[in-house]
């Protein structure tokens, strides 16, 4: 879901960001800052980067799915690939959605910048797919909420990555007024 947050109109001739303590502000403020200009993305609403379908698992915790159906939960915790639960998705059938749907949309931008937001099962598959992983392997990498991964992409050589889990933004100070 996208949200863009209203600005307040500018005057014709403002050049900077109004302070929030006007008594103070003059012309003279060296701390004024620009504002930041407008930005035109397109926003694409994607299907296949759409997190892991878990079917009958769905809204379970894994103790209820391992009581429930120790077998298929067995099946699951070992990413045996072809191994779905009941009206879900293989793991198998998720990385080929999830990676096609990138790889469609990249085709689709040639040369342009693209920003998937994705949750960490998508990310999880793009890794895999940009650092030669097999599907069936046990994940070793930090996969941070809220983290930047920075992934080049090539109909030639597919995905390489450049950097993983950024996470430097969360730590600055909040800009509430922005």
């Known amino acids: 879901q996208q949200h863009q947050q209203q600005q307040p109109p500018k005057s014709a001739d403002a050049t900077h960001s109004h302070s929030h ?5 003059d012309d003279n403020n060296t701390n004024a800052e620009e504002e930041p200009p407008e930005a035109k993305l397109e ?29 298929m939960a067995r099946c699951w915790r070992q990413r045996e690939v072809d191994f779905s ?24 931008h040639p040369g342009k910048t693209v920003v998937l937001v ?20 046990k994940r070793d990498w930090h996969l941070g ?25 969360l730590e600055r100070a909040g800009r509430d007024e922005i």
């Open 21 to 25: 303590d006007d008594d103070d502000n």
């Open 145 to 169: 909420n809220a983290s930047i991964n920075r992934l080049l992409y090539s109909p030639e050589h597919g995905f390489s990555l450049t950097s993983w889990s950024e996470t430097a933004h």
């Open 85 to 108: 639960p009941p009206r879900g998705e293989s793991i198998h059938e998720f990385y080929t959605r999830c990676v096609g749907a990138a790889e469609r949309v990249l085709a689709e």
């Open 43 to 71: 926003v694409l609403l994607e299907p296949g980067l759409r997190e892991r379908h878990f079917g009958d698992f769905q809204g379970m915790t894994t103790r209820e799915i391992e009581e429930a159906q120790p077998d």
């Open 118 to 137: 994705a949750h960490g099962g998508v990310m999880d598959c793009l890794y895999r797919a940009a650092m030669g992983v097999a599907i069936h392997a």
